[in-house]
């Protein structure tokens, strides 16, 4: 059996899509739907606050990575 071993290198996913940008209410846990711009997010948050009085939010960005392997073979495991 031969091994080797492999470095990779990690990247943005070209066919992953754009990012996906979401907020949720640290107060209550209610959260936004995701969306492809910022926007939808930052207005749930705002009519939220509105409606509720809460005012701390907590916004993520998904976005898709790709894992691939360097040419060549590394020296080894570190």
């Not at 959260?31 to 509720?52: M, N």
């Amino acid at each position: 059996m031969v091994s080797r071993f492999v470095d990779w290198l990690l990247s943005l996913d070209p066919y992953g899509g754009p990012p996906i940008y979401a907020a949720e209410c640290t107060t209550c846990d209610e959260a936004s739907s995701g969306a492809e711009s910022r926007e939808d997010p930052e207005v749930w948050c705002l009519r939220h606050a509105a409606r509720t009085g809460h005012t701390g939010f907590r916004s993520t960005v998904t976005t898709f990575l790709r894992a691939t392997p360097r040419s060549g073979l590394s020296s080894g495991p570190a």
